[in-house]
C-alpha cells in the first residue's frame, strides 16, 4: 500500500521507483529483436487480466510495476521492434521516450501561453520545422501556420475544416450553419484515406458531396476524371470546394500529381488540401522532389511525425498557409479565458484550435529534431523506401508471389499464390486465410486490404530499426505458414 500524507512519493521512494521503472524501458529495448511482432494473446485472456473491482487501496509499487511487466509490456504488440508491417506503425525513438517522460513530470496545459510558455514556443518553432522539412513555404517568406495534432485524422479534419470555413466565410456559416446552402462539393480519388468520410460528416458537408474519382493503373487521382466531374458539378449547379491530393496513399503509398491538382485547384478557385499524413515528410528527399512539386501549392497539408519521424504516438500535425486562417477558424472568445496581454507577443494554441486542454507533442519531436537532426531522419526514410524496393524486387522474382504496386514509398502490396492455377476467388481466400495464421504465428504482425477487388497482403517498413535480413525473415515466416494450406 501507498502510505503518503499526498500522492507524491517521498525523493527516495521516487528515485528507486523511477529506477525500477527505467529497468523495465530497458528491457523493452534490449528484448525488442528477439521478441514476435505480435503475442497472440485471446482477447478473452487480455480480458481476464483486468477484470477486477476498482481498488480501494493501493499496493505496493514494485508488486504493480511487476503486474505491468507481465500484463502490459509482455503482452505489447511490437510496434517499436523490426517485425512490424502493420498498418502505417513507427517504433519510437530513445529521444522520444525521455522527451514524453520530461514533459509529464511538469505536466503543461500547451492550450494558453501563460500555462506553457516554453511549450509554446517549441510548438511555434516544430511547426516552422515541420514545414521546412517538407519544403512547404508562402511566397512571401513569411511563417506557415500550423497546430499539433492527435495524427492524421484529426489533422486532415483540421485542414477541411479551415477549407470550409474559410472558403464560404462571406456566408458566416460558423453563425448560421450549412442549412439553407447549395451542396458544398469535395474531391479525392477512391484511395483516398477513410478519415476524409468521417470528417465531410462531421463538418455538415456528407459524404453524398464527396466525389471519389478514379485512379490510374499506378493509383494516383486521375486528373482527367477530376476535371471533368467540376465541370460537371458546376453544370448541376452545385458548388465545388476542395480538392484532396494524397502524398502517399494508405494502401500502396501512391503520390498523385500534386502539381495537376494544384494547377486545377486554382484554376476553379478550390481549396487544395493534401493529406501527408503518411508520406508526406518523404518530401524532403532530394530523391522525391519531382514526386512532391506541387505540395508548396498547397492551402494546407496534413502529415504525421509519429510516423515517418518514428515519434511515439500521438504527433500528428496540420500545415497551413498563416496563423490567422486558424484563429479566424477556432477563436471564440470566452470570459474567463481573455487576458489583455496580446501587445506582449505571447501566442495562444486555444485561440487557433479547438481543443483547451493539450498535452506538449511538440516537445518529443523538438527534442528528436535537435538530438538527430533533419538528415538523420531523411537518411532513416530513404533506407525504408530502399527496404521496401528490395522487398518489391525479391516478390517480384519469386514464382511463388506476385506483386501489386512498384512501391514509390514503403508500402509493399502482394499475394502468395503458391504452385499450380488458382482462381481469383480461391486465391482471395487463400490470401485471407494465410493473413489470419500469420497474426496466430505472431512472429511478424503484417496486416493487409484490397486492390482490384483483390485480398493483398501489404507489407508497410516504416521503422528505422528494420535492416535487409528482417525483410528476407518476413518472407520466410510467409512461404513457412503457408505451407499449412
Known amino acids: 500500500m501507498l502510505d503518503m500524507k499526498d500522492l ?44 477486477e473491482s476498482m481498488p480501494q487501496q493501493g499496493m505496493p509499487f514494485a508488486d504493480l510495476l511487476q503486474e505491468t511487466q507481465e500484463k502490459v509490456l509482455q503482452s505489447a504488440t511490437m510496434n517499436m521492434g523490426p517485425h512490424m508491417y502493420g498498418y502505417v506503425n513507427a517504433g519510437g525513438t530513445q529521444v522520444s521516450t525521455i522527451a514524453e517522460l520530461l514533459a509529464a ?21 516544430v511547426v516552422q520545422w515541420g514545414a521546412d522539412f517538407i519544403h512547404y513555404r508562402r511566397d512571401d517568406e513569411q511563417e506557415i501556420g500550423g497546430v499539433l495534432v492527435s495524427g492524421g485524422s484529426a489533422a486532415n ?44 460528416e462531421l463538418l455538415g458537408i456528407g459524404t453524398d458531396n464527396y466525389r471519389k474519382l478514379a485512379c490510374n493503373d499506378d493509383f494516383t487521382l486521375d486528373i482527367q476524371s477530376l476535371s471533368r466531374q467540376i465541370e460537371l458539378d458546376k453544370q448541376n449547379g452545385f458548388v465545388p470546394f476542395c480538392v484532396i491530393g494524397n502524398a502517399g496513399t494508405v494502401n500502396t503509398g501512391a503520390i498523385d500529381d500534386l502539381q495537376a491538382i494544384a494547377d486545377i485547384a486554382a484554376q476553379h478557385q478550390l481549396w487544395f488540401h493534401i493529406d501527408g499524413a503518411y508520406g508526406g515528410l518523404a518530401a524532403s528527399l532530394p530523391s522525391l522532389k519531382q514526386r512532391f512539386k506541387g505540395l508548396d501549392r498547397a492551402d494546407s497539408v496534413a502529415v504525421d511525425f509519429h510516423k515517418w519521424m518514428y515519434q511515439p504516438f500521438e504527433a500528428g500535425c496540420t500545415l497551413v498557409k498563416n496563423w490567422e486562417q486558424l484563429n479566424r477558424s477556432y477563436y471564440k472568445r470566452a470570459s474567463y479565458l481573455a487576458l489583455d496581454k496580446k501587445s506582449d507577443g505571447r ?27 533533419a538528415q538523420a531522419f531523411r537518411d532513416m526514410i ?14 517480384e522474382s519469386a514464382s511463388d508471389l506476385e506483386l501489386f504496386n512498384q512501391p514509390e514509398l514503403s508500402a509493399v502490396c502482394f499475394q502468395f499464390v503458391g504452385e499450380g492455377s488458382k482462381s481469383e476467388e480461391e486465391l482471395n481466400q487463400l490470401n485471407q486465410d494465410l493473413l489470419n495464421e500469420l497474426e496466430k504465428d505472431g512472429r511478424v504482425f503484417i496486416t493487409g486490404s484490397q486492390l482490384y477487388g ?18 528476407d525473415y518476413l518472407l520466410d515466416v510467409i512461404r513457412d505458414v503457408a505451407l499449412l494450406f
Open 157 to 200: 479534419l483540421t485542414g477541411l475544416t479551415v477549407a470550409r470555413n474559410m472558403f464560404f466565410e462571406q456566408y458566416k456559416i460558423r453563425e448560421t450553419g450549412l442549412f439553407g446552402h447549395k451542396p458544398f462539393i469535395v474531391y479525392g480519388s477512391n484511395e483516398t484515406h477513410g478519415c476524409v468520410d468521417k470528417s465531410l
Open 382 to 395: 530513404q533506407k525504408d523506401i530502399d527496404l521496401s524496393k528490395y522487398l518489391a524486387q525479391q516478390v
Open 347 to 373: 501566442f495562444d494554441f486555444n485561440e487557433h484550435y479547438f481543443q483547451l486542454s493539450r498535452n506538449a507533442k511538440a516537445f518529443k519531436v523538438w527534442m528528436s529534431f535537435k538530438a538527430y537532426g
Open 105 to 125: 513530470s511538469i505536466n503543461q496545459n500547451a492550450a494558453k501561453w501563460h500555462l506553457a510558455p516554453a511549450m509554446s514556443e517549441i510548438e511555434k518553432r
Open 454 to 471: 483483390k485480398t493483398v497482403i501489404r507489407a508497410c517498413l516504416v521503422n528505422h530499426r528494420k535492416q535487409q535480413e528482417h525483410v
Open 8 to 51: 507524491d512519493f517521498t525523493s527516495q521512494e521516487f528515485d528507486q521507483a523511477l529506477e525500477q521503472a527505467c529497468q523495465l524501458v530497458m528491457q523493452q529495448y534490449a528484448s525488442m529483436y528477439d521478441k514476435p511482432g505480435y503475442p497472440n494473446n485471446s482477447p478473452s485472456l487480455v480480458a481476464s487480466w483486468f477484470d
